[in-house]
């Protein structure tokens, strides 16, 4: 692990989770800063990343099979808050 990426987790272990970057916590959740940073590049961030077909991450060096299913499975559970906050917040204004 390189030292840009145990700084990052540092951060994020303090609570600066904010105060990071999108390619900072795409390195974090694949434990590899230049593919990280490669990707949110060329997809222009999460929303580029979001519904695009899992073969398209395996071009990245570093990123094999089980790395790319570790994204999945984070932008699964961000769908999945994103789901319960806004049902939330309609049961809500419904009653």
Do not use: H
């Not at 899992?54 to 990123?63: A, H, N, P, S, T």
């Not at 094999?64 to 699964?76: L, P, Q």
Request: with cysteine; proline share 1%; glycine share 8%.
């Amino acid at each position: 692990m390189d030292n840009l990426l145990d700084w990052n987790q540092t951060r994020l272990a303090n609570g600066e989770a904010c105060k990071l970057t999108e390619a900072e916590l795409l390195g974090i959740a694949i434990s590899n800063m230049a593919a990280a940073e490669a990707v949110i590049r060329d997809f222009g961030g999460f929303r580029g990343m979001a519904n695009q077909p899992l073969e398209k991450f395996l071009r990245y060096d570093g990123l094999g099979d089980a790395k790319i299913i570790r994204v999945a499975a984070c932008f699964e559970i961000a769908r999945r808050i994103v789901r319960q906050v806004l049902t939330e917040t309609q049961d809500r204004f419904l009653l």
